[in-house]
């Protein structure tokens, strides 16, 4: 073999032990964060007064409905792909990300 095959060579060799020792010392720093998430209900605030502020004074008992329902129904999809669903009155404080938008906003 001359000189710069064996360079390519060690340098891939290099390259290639990096590369996994990297991903190995990645995986293990994330080993207990990932873990902890996994013991957190991650929560949602649905904000009722805000949806009632929301709706226009001229909406029709259909508008409402819909409106309402749509709320609903974003409340179940995050509530049956497992997050925690609350009403806003019980909140005491809470990032503002944390609140569901109004659809549309």
Same mark, same amino acid.
């Given at each position: 073999?001359?000189? =710069? ?6 340098? /891939? ?5 990096? @590369? %996994? ?12 964060? *990932? $873990?902890? /998430?996994?013991? %957190? @209900?991650? %929560?949602? *605030? /649905?904000?009722? $007064? ?8 001229? +909406? @029709?008992?259909?508008?409402? @409905? ?8 974003? +409340? =179940? =999809?995050?509530?049956? +792909?497992?997050?925690?669903? *609350?009403?806003?009155?019980?909140? %005491? ?8 938008? $109004?659809?549309?906003?």
């Amino acid at each position: 073999m001359d000189v =710069k095959s064996q360079w390519l060579s060690m340098v /891939l060799i290099a390259a290639s032990l990096g @590369t %996994v020792g990297g991903w190995f010392a990645a995986r293990q720093q994330l080993q207990q964060p *990932i $873990a902890r /998430l996994n013991l %957190v @209900t991650p %929560v949602f *605030i /649905l904000d009722r $007064a805000k949806l009632i502020q929301s709706i226009p004074p001229n +909406a @029709t008992q259909e508008q409402m @409905t819909k409106m309402v329902d749509d709320w609903q129904g974003q +409340a =179940k =999809k995050l509530s049956d +792909a497992g997050y925690l669903v *609350i009403d806003s009155t019980a909140v %005491v404080a809470a990032p503002s990300d944390l609140y569901i938008q $109004a659809p549309g906003r």
